[in-house]
Nanobody, 121 residues
Framework: QVQLVESGGGLVQPGGSLRLSCAAS????????MGWYRQAPGNQRELVAT???????NYADSVKGRFTISRDNAKNTVYLQMNSLKPEDAAVYYC???????????????WGQGTQVTVSS
């Protein structure tokens, strides 16, 4: 089985910074795309940022220039550095990973349990 465990959420004032981490563990042969999504109350889950295994990134327009996604392939971990946080960034942030689970290349999508980010003065 595979688990994704997120950490780093919390309460921060507008303009502040947080760094989220998501570590994958279990039966992993390799990891393709990893990403962060968020869901605020009453809203659908939305993409924040993704990163491929070779480092190509994609960001939602609302976070470009403020958030940076990165990954450590040796640690099966993805990070999200969030700067200049705004109240509208408040949400539960979820990590997602597309993981190769067999030597034949079978892949499956996994989600973390979510971590709360609150932006308030």
């Amino acid at each position: 089985q595979v688990q994704l465990v997120e950490s780093g959420g919390g309460l921060v004032q507008p303009g502040g910074s947080l760094r989220l981490s998501c570590a994958a563990s279990g039966r992993i042969f390799s990891i393709n795309e990893m990403g962060w999504y968020r869901q605020a109350p009453g809203n659908q889950r939305e993409l924040v940022a993704t990163i491929t295994s070779d480092g190509r990134t994609n960001y939602a327009d609302s976070v470009k220039g403020r958030f940076t996604i990165s990954r450590d392939n040796a640690k099966n971990t993805v990070y999200l550095q969030m700067n200049s946080l705004k109240p509208e960034d408040a949400a539960v942030y979820y990590c997602k990973a597309i993981i190769i689970i067999s030597i034949w290349g079978a892949q499956r999508q996994y989600w973390g349990q979510g971590t709360q980010v609150t932006v308030s003065s």
